[in-house]
């Protein structure tokens, strides 16, 4: 397994959520290192200071206030040292436009926010697991697309 | 203009014209024939008579002769021989007349020298008589026979002047009949001719008169049909005009003049005066409208304002074409229509519908954020309780633990709530996109959706073969999601569900107070279970939001799935209907336009 | 001008790992699956450098034997899946063939070491490839289930929905857009 920590990157401004999240990923199997910004400027602020170690996996809030989330996809995704970054959508609506629509625009995974902790814990199994297997078995970054909602 | 009725008395009255000439000159020419005729008869007459006279002429100077002889013989007085002198003079002057006059006869001709020959027998006669009466020459005997010569020989003469008059007599009769049969034809000709004129007069007369008739008819069917037009002009608020473009006369109906705020005929129409009339800013469109029909023999409506005498603007709709009648003028023709009152309803209404779109968009926008932003605090009331662990269950009171379990079931039932809504509230409001689908794949995705259901329940869902219609493919899924998932919940508990779904074409003459009847055909896809069914008087209550047949402890449901159902189908301008017996089954027939 | 690029990571890493090696001037021998066999014993610092050297590209000295082995199953299972033979193999017996152990066993140790199966894993592998037919070689689902040994096109879409989430049919269709959207 992974020798370094998993770096997680959580951008939401929902501070319950933020603790679930925290939460659900101290009962992963896999070591892991999470940091929070609350929204999209800080999001974007902290992505471009080019002392930041940059995330293994960024799941981003859709719903913040100053920058929302698609608009952090698609700056991130434009600009290229970032536009690499395996990008995990977390977010509340669950509906199929707007699901294809974030991968349209380079979204790697689309998490709706289960109600139930246990689920939360099993998607970011899954989710783990999947990016570890793209990392280490040479499969394709451009087609890793995941949708769990 | 195909309408002007053609009057065909110039073609006929020509040829009866021509006729009649033809036939004045033919009676004028018999007339004079005739006269001519006539002339030549009594000359004929005169001719014959003329003969007559001369021969009796010629007789009488003989007689005169032989008078004179006769006395000179019995008196010897010489006054008696002049007579008998004289004759021969006569007898040579009738001659020489007769031999003209008989100049057309070679038979009288004939005669007359047989005539002449036996005059002068006579006269020798009469020479030998005298110089055997003479005393010196004394001859009895011979007087005798000379007297009695001449006698015969003036029998002779008489007979051959007799024989001579019969001759031209018989010439004059045969001459005179052949006139005569000339003649009787003329008559006959001439009222034959004169009764044939008067048949074509009478016929000229009754094709002119009938002309006038119908030309009447017309006029008034004309005046009447002007005056309607004139009426209907004013009713429609619509009018005409007419611009011959030859003599470059405009011509304004009476109503004309009175949309453009005017009296009727209260001045001479010319293309710039129209002009005038039209408001500055549509003045360019307008001039290059005119030109336009010039150019291309019609306008399409043209959308206008004028401005009147009295400063209001009126709007305009015009329209025309330019007619070629049969001799070949061009007659541009125009009609203008004065739509002010439906175009300010149609501003009122497009105001009322732009309130209308808005207010729409409002409250869907409403529906769908409100469901939305409800989502949140629920889903953080649902993850929170399932944070409460079973250690921490552990340890809390009784009445503690089932208030927590009571939560969840409340957030459990206002999830589905708000999903629920959030799926009515998508709906109404996102676009929709109406692409050719195929039902069956809908199908299939739906089963795979209520898979784990029908699994569990271990349902049999037979389906046939659906068809490919132009639907908004999300909304239909969700329709067979709904309808499919409804049986499956609301089964019998001992008996494994089957569901049947078919599909069939329909006419939609065929259910006159369901179907919409403009649309022709329909397709009729019914969902059949054997599930619990329902009253039948509920058949169109199940179907408003909010109404549930059970209470939300028996069966978990919101109310709000057909609803949805209905909103769906509603939203393809189709049909939907509910049927059941309790305890046997349920059917749902949906119709679909084609 | 579009080009689609295939590359063979094999290629690419062996030429890579060759070039450092020799920059370390280390003899060595390619055994296959990642497995080289060093001329001469490596001191800590040499292998120390040799990690450093390797790891910007991604590149792992592995040292555990356990790791070593899930390497290899993982090798093996990638070659199974992209080889188009349709002899049917049962996964599980190509495996405990290919690599002479149990297949139990093999089940173990890939669990311990990656937390997940390998039955997932093949799992994973296999969409991934369906992934690439579809999009670089334009094949149909039916060709592609075809080819990957699937009972269905329903079972293909249902696993492709499965692993992913999404229906093949949007995942074509988010992807044809993506490239369009950056344009």
């Known amino acids: 397994m992974q020798k370094n920590a998993l770096h997680i990157l959580l951008a939401d401004d929902d501070e319950d959520d933020r603790l679930f999240f925290k939460d659900a990923f101290e009962e992963v199997k896999v070591q892991t290192k999470v940091e929070f910004v609350f929204d999209g400027l800080q999001l974007m602020e902290h992505l471009h200071n080019p002392d930041t170690k940059l995330p293994d996996i960024l799941f981003l809030d859709l719903n913040m206030p100053k920058k929302t989330g698609k608009e952090c996809l698609i700056e991130i995704k434009k600009t290229d040292h970032l536009k690499n970054l395996i990008i995990a959508i977390y977010s509340t609506s669950s509906s199929d436009e707007d699901i294809e629509d974030t991968f349209i625009h380079g979204a790697n995974i689309y998490i709706k926010k289960p109600s139930d902790f246990n689920a939360l814990k099993k998607i970011i199994n899954e989710v783990i697991t999947l990016n570890w297997h793209y990392h280490t078995s040479g499969l394709n970054r451009d087609n890793f697309l995941l949708s769990l909602k | 203009m195909k309408w002007i009725p053609n009057f065909n008395s110039s073609g006929s009255l020509r040829f009866i014209f021509i006729i009649a000439i033809f036939i004045l000159l033919f009676l004028s020419s018999i007339t004079y024939k005739h006269n001519q005729d006539l002339n030549e008869s009594s000359k004929l007459v005169m001719h014959t008579y003329e003969i007559n006279i001369q021969l009796e002429q010629l007789m009488s100077a003989i007689k005169d ?133 008067l048949i074509f007069i009478l016929l000229a007369y009754r094709q002119i008169s009938n002309d006038i008739v119908r030309l009447k008819i017309y006029n008034k069917k004309l005046l009447i049909s002007s005056g309607l037009m004139a009426e209907s002009e004013v009713i429609g608020k619509f009018s005409t005009w007419q611009w011959d473009l030859e003599s470059n006369k405009i011509d304004y109906s009476d109503n004309q003049f009175r949309l453009l705020g005017e009296e009727p005929k209260s001045f001479i129409p010319k293309k710039e005066t129209f002009l005038e009339f039209v408001h500055p800013e549509d003045k360019e469109t307008i001039e290059n409208s005119i030109q336009g029909i010039i150019d291309n023999k019609r306008l399409p409506f043209v959308y206008y304002k004028i401005v009147r005498k009295d400063k209001q603007i009126r709007y305009f709709k015009s329209t025309g074409k330019l007619l070629v009648d049969q001799q070949g003028s061009k007659i541009l023709l125009g009609i203008n229509f004065d739509i002010t009152d439906e175009h300010l309803l149609n501003i009122k209404l497009q105001e009322r519908n732009n309130e209308l779109e808005k207010s729409n968009q409002e409250l869907a926008s409403f529906n769908h954020v409100a469901s939305h932003d409800l989502q949140e605090p629920l889903r953080k009331i649902q993850t929170f309780i399932s944070r409460v662990s079973d250690a921490d269950r552990a340890v809390i009171s009784d009445s503690a633990k089932e208030y927590i379990t009571k939560i969840e079931t409340s957030a459990k039932r206002m999830r589905v709530l708000i999903d629920d809504l959030l799926l009515f509230s998508r709906t109404n409001t996102t676009k929709k996109e109406f692409i050719k689908t195929d039902l069956n794949e809908l199908f299939k995705n739906a089963i795979s959706e209520l898979a784990e259901v029908i699994d569990d329940k271990k349902a049999k869902i037979t389906v046939s073969d659906l068809p490919k219609l132009y639907v908004i493919p999300y909304q239909i899924e969700q329709l067979f999601i709904n309808l499919i998932g409804n049986s499956l919940k609301y089964s019998q508990p001992d008996i494994l569900p089957t569901i049947s779904i ?19 055909k329909y397709h009729k896809i019914t969902f059949k279970d054997n599930g619990m069914g329902f009253d039948t008087q509920f058949k169109e209550t199940i179907f408003v939001l909010f109404q549930r047949l059970h209470s939300k402890t028996d069966f978990p449901g919101t109310g709000i799935g057909l609803a949805i159902c209905k909103k769906i189908v509603e939203n393809h301008k189709g049909y939907i209907t509910a049927d059941s017996e309790i305890n046997i089954g349920s059917l749902f027939t949906v119709y679909l336009p084609e | 001008m579009k080009l689609f690029i295939k590359f063979d990571i094999n290629t690419i890493c062996s030429l890579y790992l060759k070039e450092k090696l020799e920059e370390q001037n280390l003899n060595f021998s390619s055994l296959g699956f990642g497995e080289i066999e060093l001329e001469e014993n490596l001191s800590t610092d040499g292998l120390e450098e040799l990690k450093k050297n390797l790891s910007p590209f991604g590149f792992e000295v592995v040292e555990n034997q356990k790791s070593v082995l899930v390497q290899k199953i993982k090798d093996a299972i990638i070659e199974l899946v992209y080889t188009d033979d349709n002899n049917n193999y049962k996964s599980s017996a190509y495996l405990a063939d290919k690599l002479n152990h149990s297949y139990g066993y093999l089940s173990n140790v890939f669990s311990e070491v990656t937390y997940s199966s390998i039955e997932n894993f093949i799992i994973i592998q296999k969409i991934e490839r369906a992934k690439q037919l579809m999009l670089i070689n334009e094949m149909s689902l039916t060709e592609i289930a075809f080819l990957l040994n699937y009972s269905s096109v329903a079972h293909l879409s249902t696993q492709f929905k499965n692993t992913t989430g999404i229906t093949p049919s949007a995942f074509l269709r988010i992807i044809k857009k993506r490239r369009e959207n950056l344009k």
Do not use: W
């Open chain 2, 65 to 197: 002769a032989e008078t004179g002889q006769r006395g000179y013989m019995i008196t010897r007085n010489s006054r008696f021989l002049a007579p008998y002198l004289f004759s021969r003079d006569k007898v040579n002057t009738s001659f020489i007349a007769l031999k003209k006059l008989t100049a057309d006869s070679p038979k009288q001709q004939e005669n007359l020298k047989k005539l002449f020959k036996l005059i002068i027998q006579r006269y020798v006669s009469f020479e030998n008589c005298l110089k055997y009466s003479e005393p010196r020459t004394y001859d009895k005997r011979k007087l005798d026979n000379h007297m009695f010569g001449g006698r015969i020989l003036m029998e002779n003469i008489r007979f051959q002047v007799d024989k001579m008059n019969d001759i031209e007599k018989k010439i004059l009769e045969e001459r005179l009949k052949k006139y005569d049969e000339e003649i009787s034809l003329s008559p006959f000709f001439s009222i034959s001719l004169f009764l044939a004129a």
């Open chain 2, 502 to 520: 078919e599909s069939e074409k329909v006419l939609a003459a065929d259910y006159p107070e369901l179907l919409d009847p403009s649309v022709k």
